[in-house]
Nanobody
Framework: QVQLVESGGGTVQPGGSLTLSCTNS????????MGWYRQAPGKQRELVAS???????NYLESVKGRFTISRDNTKYTLFLLMNTLKPEDTAVYYC?????????????WGQGTQVTVSS
């Protein structure tokens, strides 16, 4: 079982920056894909960025060049550096781990952290 806890959300003005962190407890397997999702009011949850063990990255088109996902490989702490924030980035941001555990695919979520971009 994996438990995820996000932190770092808050309110920031347009053009500002925030860094989200996601700490975990439990066993992270080598096949894990770690990522950040977000969900704005009235919209579906969407993948913002993900990172694989080999370091390969994937970003939502609208955040490319502004957001950077990274990982502490010793503790598997996950980060999301968000620069040049826009009002449309306002959402609840969720940390996610998807991994195969002995032949079973498991999907874990944090409780979410609110990011509000407003002047």
């Amino acid at each position: 079982q994996v438990q995820l806890v996000e932190s770092g959300g808050g309110t920031v003005q347009p053009g500002g920056s925030l860094t989200l962190s996601c700490t975990n407890s439990g066993t992270i397997f080598s096949n894990a894909i770690m990522g950040w999702y977000r969900q704005a009011p009235g919209k579906q949850r969407e993948l913002v960025a993900s990172i694989r063990r080999d370091g390969s990255l994937n970003y939502l088109e609208s955040v490319k060049g502004r957001f950077t996902i990274s990982r502490d490989n010793t503790k598997y702490t996950l980060f999301l550096l968000m620069n040049t924030l826009k009002p449309e980035d306002t959402a609840v941001y969720y940390c996610n781990i998807n991994q195969w555990e002995y032949g079973t695919n498991k999907n874990y979520w944090g409780q979410g952290t609110q990011v509000t971009v407003s002047s």
